[in-house]
């Protein structure tokens, strides 16, 4: 019974530095995304953009995920080589993020910012969704909420470096933004972000390995089977969005969002005429991708609806966190203002918390889902940041919303963790690159929802009173936290276990 033990702790730990290795990159990735979040709406605002035109500005984010995610998980899952699926397509983003970067921190107005983001979320979704996959590929489905619950550790990590970066930069160079020109600090922290992204998705590359494959295990692919196409509804969907968008008048990128629906149902129509000539060979290129959505697991539909109101909130964050706090608790300051620079340097602290708190919550949030499910937990983890959310407009000082923002935190925790589990559980080993990246569509999705609709709500229906953004924020949480009682316990596939 010892040597079963010893053998047991030997196989424990050689999984746990395998999923390690693996998610040392995402240490990396998250510093991408932290400095995008905590310092693209304070760049573009320094630059001279207006508040109503950020969501604009920000609808790089969803459009290349969009495009990216689904993609380049399709492609993955059918590369084969000495290289092994996932590892090309990581180090090729990893070379292209860091260049975006580096032109971020050199960018000088605001249309090389706004080229710097396009880029520069292009490139980290390349390198991204792979390791997502990387790590579904080298643990068994039994392992995937713990290797899961392991990723979000190296995340929470790599965001709280790069929210704290700008603020420790500020101080240690005694700089500060003046007028209407970035702070040195920002250019500072996105040249020293790349070089540690780079370094980490090195150790990535460098200590992790992939089963060799060869053209013999090419995957088949989707058949119009297994398809559930609505091609008319979604067509019908879009002109009905376009319709209102020109009857209310509302900004141009409402239009965008009404092309994505009706592409997608003139492509779900192509795939049906294609699927009709020949129903049993495989849908391949874009028809294949677009078939991979229509075939998605009943598990992941449900998903879907949980990830598109809980990611529509965290856009809203993200994108209007600086100014509604500048206005509500530092008194309304002026963009490039000293006082909005220190009111966007605490936020920068505020999701360094949020991101603590994910920390320490992944470590305990296995023994709640073993005792509630993991439908309940989730929804308990969701409703909980909900009330946050709602309560930052009512904190009268900066230094209390530590409070609500731990809270938004530990609702991170089981974000990062248990719709992955879930999608990972649900898919055959030749479809977990595409079906996570079909998966990521519905956290794009309502990112370019959020970018069409968020500055109409703003100015017109909130008549430009910030404080009460996040409440909406909180609103959509709320929806989520229902819809997420929906997965079912039984359903997830896999159950969490404890971190060794």
């Keep these: 019974m010892t040597d079963q033990k010893r053998d047991r702790g030997k196989s424990n730990s050689k999984a746990l530095a395998l999923v390690a290795n693996a998610s040392a990159g995402l240490f990396g990735v998250q510093i991408v995304w932290g400095l995008q979040g905590v310092a693209t709406s304070r760049v573009f605002q320094s630059l001279g953009a207006e508040m109503a035109d950020l969501p604009l500005l920000w609808i790089a984010a969803p459009v290349t995920g969009l495009l990216v995610h689904p993609v380049v998980g399709w492609l993955s899952d059918r590369t084969r080589g000495r290289f092994g699926r996932r590892r090309p397509y990581i180090a090729l983003g990893a070379l292209m993020t860091a260049a975006a970067m580096v032109l971020m921190g050199c960018a000088g107005s605001l249309s090389t910012a706004v080229l710097a983001l ?67 600090s920002w250019r500072l922290a996105f040249l020293v972000g790349a070089v540690v992204f780079l ?10 390995r992939e089963a060799g494959s060869s053209h013999a ?40 969002l009404a092309g994505v629906l009706a592409l997608y149902g003139v492509l779900q129509r192509a795939v049906f005429i294609r699927g009709r000539r020949d129903p049993s060979r495989p849908l391949t290129g874009v028809l294949g991708i677009v078939a991979s959505i229509a075939a998605m697991p009943v598990i992941m539909r449900r998903l879907a609806m949980v990830q598109f109101f809980t990611w529509f909130a965290l856009f809203t964050l993200w994108v209007y966190a600086v100014p509604s706090i500048a206005a509500h608790q530092y008194g309304n300051a002026r963009p490039g203002s000293p006082v909005y620079e220190a009111a966007a340097d605490w936020v920068g602290v505020l999701f360094g918390v949020q991101d603590a708190v994910a920390i320490g919550a992944a470590m305990f949030l296995p023994w709640f889902v073993r005792k509630i499910g993991g439908a309940r937990c989730h929804a ?43 999608v990972a559980a649900a898919s055959p080993a030749d479809r977990v690159g595409v079906n ?17 609709l968020l500055g109409v709500v703003v100015q017109r229906v909130f008549e430009g009173r910030m404080h009460l953004v996040l409440p909406l924020a909180g609103l959509s949480f709320f929806i989520a936290a229902v819809l997420a009682l929906r997965l079912r316990s039984d359903s997830l596939a896999v159950r969490f276990r404890a971190l060794p």
Aim: aromatic residues 8%; neutral net charge; charged residues 10%.
């Design 217 to 256: 295990d090419v995957v088949q692919g989707v058949t119009i089977e297994e398809c559930r196409l609505r091609p008319g509804l979604w067509v019908a969907a879009g002109v009905a969005v376009a319709a209102v968008a020109a009857i209310l008048d509302v900004r141009r990128e409402v239009y965008l």
């Design 199 to 208: 370094a980490a998705v090195t150790w990535t590359l460098a200590r992790t």
């Design 380 to 422: 308990a983890c969701l409703a909980i940041g909900a009330l946050c959310f709602a309560s930052m407009s009512l904190v009268p000082g900066g230094g209390m919303l530590v409070l609500p923002w731990a809270g938004v935190g530990l609702a991170w925790a089981s974000i990062l963790s248990a719709p992955y589990a879930i």
């Design 436 to 452: 996570l990246g079909v998966h990521n569509i519905f956290l794009v999705l309502p990112q370019l929802v959020g970018a069409s």
């Design 118 to 184: 396009w880029l520069l979320t292009l490139s980290v979704n390349v390198a991204m969704q792979p390791m997502r996959a990387l790590v579904a590929d080298l643990v068994g489905k039994e392992d995937l909420n713990r290797a899961y619950a392991l990723q979000v550790l190296f995340i929470g990590a790599g965001a709280i470096f790069a929210s704290c970066l700008p603020w420790l930069l500020t101080r240690l160079t005694s700089s500060s933004a003046q007028g209407l020109d970035v702070g040195p």
